[in-house]
């Protein structure tokens, strides 16, 4: 009974492998006609771009708090592993009924399907990778399924009169009529004991033939055949995992072509030198201080926080930019060679995300080149309210679907709002919004900071939601002054002396004007501030700290160039910016 146990277990694996057999050749079928259309639409990416979009807030923010920059990751990872899953309950479904299992996997590729069009961005024929690749996973599982439902075969079989395979040694199919003082299957007869195993004593194992089910009595010898067709499930599954594979393979390579020209764009970019140049940096606006985050974030370790699950490669030579909409006098198309050829303004401005946390690292300050957003709106004949424009709102759109909205008031008030392409000396990377992204100093990024942009659109709050408004964030949401330690670090042991305590604080486009620090809540003690840069950077402070044995609470204020000091009430980041004073503990000894 044991041994039968063991036999069975093994005949449920086969089927779950089965079903992971068939995900994969679904996959593998959908990916590639997703690369010959648009990468965009391939499955897995749409999937996980429908969850991010119907993710409840809070546990966005829980995510990203947790997980932080591998917050995608895991988000992909844990799809991956639900797939694997469903994939494996329909192959043990297809052990015991095909078509239904079959079933399961089309059910799947509809759900893609949908997901597909409830994109922002989404085109037509974006559910055609589901939908082709669906019904190569439900064919591989019935296939495969069936190799593990088909009796073994033996030297002595015999036709039932239906139709159906049965094995000479084996008992009537326990589908047919009873006989006297005979019990059926899962019952036992009168006067045996309900072991569920035949009055012989030796233990049966279930299988089927024609479709039907049959009792096989073993006795756990070496000589006992598999009931299934063992020969034929290994050339089945062999070739539907090589056939995955492949189509993996080749899938890779079309989106790997796909977006060459973008990179071959990037590339060749060669940025004009800006005829409006950022100020030099002041001397000493860089403390140099070991732990301490430096002025200019590297492009490679800048904050990035979006919703983009496959990162968009946008060819600059086929790029055009549309801007329309209320009070727009005059539409305007603009290639990235027109942008180019325009006055360029280089900026030092710091950006800061909403979702991050106080003392959060969410935050980081680029040399942008580009050109003046307000110029480009003007052209267009676009008035702000102040002026009796009829817009009160500039929806920015980019090329993944991404809605952003942004007071027209604030990017024409004289701020240095930018179109910016580059960012530290160099063409924006793919991942901070390739060829083309908006940057606005003062303005929290989810209503200022579109990435991959295509589209301008003026319009009004009362009339339009932009895509974070609807998903419960205010729809205006300046950027509210923070400071932060960045050393020493939470828990850091340290040694009794002299201990820099050093950060940064942001107010961007009010300024900061002060920084204190206090240890376990005795009095403010005023830090030394680097010289400021501009009102749109952030700034970094120190303060020399005579650390005594102990365990203490060091915490920090910033106070902006209005003078307003940051609040200590500690709130969320939803639904326009966290708010509070950071903290570290430590430990000298």
Wanted: charged share 20%.
């Amino acid at each position: 009974m044991k041994g039968n146990r063991v036999q069975h277990i093994g005949w449920l694996a086969l089927g779950a492998l089965s079903g992971l057999l068939a995900g994969a050749a679904a996959l593998g079928a959908a990916e590639l006609v997703a690369a010959a259309l648009r990468p965009q639409a391939s499955v897995l990416t749409v999937v996980n771009e429908a969850v991010v979009r119907h993710t409840p807030a809070p546990v966005a923010q829980w995510a990203l708090d947790t997980f932080k920059p591998n917050h995608k990751t895991y988000l992909q990872l844990g799809t991956a592993v639900s797939v694997g899953l469903i994939a494996m309950g329909l192959g043990v479904l297809a052990l015991h009924r095909r078509r239904t299992g079959a079933a399961g996997v089309l059910l799947f590729g509809a759900v893609g399907a949908a997901a597909a069009l409830s994109g922002p961005a989404s085109q037509a024929w974006d559910i055609a990778p589901p939908l082709l690749g669906a019904p190569v996973g439900a064919a591989v599982l019935y296939l495969l399924a069936g190799r593990l439902t088909t009796p073994a075969p033996g030297p002595s079989v015999t036709e039932a009169p239906d139709g159906s395979g049965q094995a000479d040694d084996a008992p009537s199919p326990v589908t047919s009529a009873p006989t006297a003082g005979a019990a059926t299957a899962g019952e036992p007869a009168a006067g045996e004991p309900a072991t569920g195993e035949p009055a012989t004593g030796e233990p049966a194992t279930v299988g089927t033939g024609g479709g039907k089910p049959y009792l096989r009595l073993t006795d756990g010898g070496a000589g006992d055949r598999p009931t299934f067709d063992r020969r034929g499930f290994v050339i089945a599954a062999s070739a539907a995992a090589a056939a995955s594979a492949g189509a993996g393979v080749l899938g890779r390579h079309l989106n790997a072509s796909s977006g060459a020209e973008a990179a071959a764009s990037r590339t060749a970019l060669s940025i004009p030198a800006p005829a409006d140049a950022a100020k030099p940096q002041p001397a000493g606006a860089d403390l140099d201080v070991d732990g301490l985050s430096p002025f200019f974030t590297p492009n490679d370790e800048f904050y990035r926080v979006d919703t983009a699950i496959r990162v968009p490669r946008v060819d600059a030579t086929t790029w055009r930019l549309r801007i329309g909409g209320q009070g727009v006098r005059t539409p305007l198309t603009l290639s990235f060679d027109d942008l180019l050829g325009r006055e360029l303004v280089e900026r030092d401005i710091t950006l800061t995300c909403v979702s991050n946390q106080v003392g959060g690292p969410y935050v980081g300050t680029a040399r942008w080149i580009g050109v003046p957003l307000a110029d480009l709106l003007r052209e267009a004949g676009v008035r702000p309210p102040s002026a009796g424009g009829p817009a009160d709102q500039l929806v920015s759109r980019s090329v993944d679907g991404m809605a952003i909205g942004t007071p027209v008031e604030t990017v024409m008030d004289g701020r240095d709002a930018l179109l910016a392409f580059g960012m530290n000396g160099k063409p924006l990377p793919f991942d901070h919004g390739f060829p083309v992204r908006m940057v606005v100093p003062g303005l929290y990024g989810y209503v200022s900071a579109c990435k991959w942009l295509r589209e301008l659109e003026l319009t009004t709050f009362a009339a339009y939601d932009a895509y974070w408004v609807k998903r419960d964030w205010a729809a205006r949401a300046p950027v509210k002054t923070q400071s932060r330690i960045d050393t020493p670090r939470p828990l850091a042991s340290l040694s009794p002396g002299r201990v820099p305590v050093a950060g940064v604080a942001w107010a961007q486009h009010r300024g900061v004007a002060r920084v204190e620090v206090r240890v376990d809540q005795g009095p403010w003690e005023r830090a030394e501030l680097a010289p400021a840069a501009t009102e749109d950077t952030w700034r970094q402070w120190l303060w020399e700290w005579d650390a005594t044995p102990g365990r203490h609470t060091l915490e920090v204020r910033a106070t902006d160039g209005e003078g307003r000091t940051q609040t200590s009430e500690r709130v969320g980041t939803v639904p326009d910016g966290a708010t509070g004073w950071h903290s570290v503990v430590v430990t000298v000894t």
